[in-house]
């Protein structure tokens, strides 16, 4: 099993430009999560789904927007970069709400 | 609004010596908690959570931590730590309803 992945691994992006972020697990995993990473901050959830075809806020959803067509797939979109979205992202995915998340490798995002 | 505080920026310790990682918790009704490792370069992984039952939780790489209800803390811990367990260790926590909130993260440095 691959697990959790994320693609791309690195992008660097102008402010303005617009990019999506794919996430895919191969683990039958009903609930799909978007984080960014921040140094001093921790993790921050920016949206999430509870299965096929749902998708809902979380803390810091400004800017982003998500689409779960298949249940593998959890796609993260910028429409128009800005630098404040210069972090790390990593994709999860949980079997149910409270059991343990597995993460991707991340993609490390620079808006210039 | 539920948090999650660990206290400590980064930890010391010598190789051999037992290791503590403190996080305190606020959340409604019974918590979910949780610790995550993450290395260099990597996604976080899964090390131990604590749902219900015996306060001391056994994890992954003979990390443990100690459910404190009274206190709010679940404090990670290790009788004897390794040059490899140095990492960024990450608390998080759920409640009733909610979803999963990180803290900001402790930086294991484990020196021989």
């Known amino acids: 099993n691959a697990g959790v992945t994320q693609t791309p691994k690195f992008r660097v992006l102008k402010t303005g430009q617009s990019m999506t972020l794919l996430c895919a697990q191969d683990m039958n995993h009903e609930y799909m999560y978007w984080y960014r990473q921040d140094p001093g901050m921790g993790l921050r959830l920016i949206h999430y789904?509870?299965?096929?075809?749902?998708?809902a806020k979380g803390e810091v959803p400004d800017g982003y927007n998500v689409s779960r067509l298949k249940k593998q797939n959890f796609l993260l979109g910028l429409e128009s970069a800005a630098p404040s979205q210069t972090s790390v992202y990593f994709c999860?995915?949980?079997?149910?709400?409270?059991?343990?998340?597995?993460f991707g490798p991340g993609t490390r995002l620079t808006v210039l | 609004a539920q948090s999650v505080a660990q206290p400590e920026d980064q930890v010391n310790v010598a190789e051999g010596n037992p290791l503590t990682v403190k996080c305190t918790y606020s959340v409604s009704g019974n918590p979910y908690l949780f610790w995550y490792v993450q290395y260099p370069n990597r996604g976080l992984q899964f090390l131990l959570k604590?749902?219900?039952?015996?306060?001391l939780v056994k994890g992954s790489y003979g990390f443990e931590a100690e459910f404190n209800k009274s206190q709010t803390s679940f404090h990670l811990k290790k009788p004897s730590a390794l040059v490899s367990d140095s990492a960024l260790y990450f608390c998080a926590a759920t409640g009733t309803a909610s979803k999963l909130t990180f803290g900001t993260g402790t930086r294991l440095q484990v020196t021989l």
């Open positions: 604590y749902i219900t039952g015996d306060n």
């Open positions: 999860a995915s949980s079997y149910l709400r409270d059991n343990e998340q597995f």
């Open positions: 789904s509870v299965g096929e075809g749902t998708t």
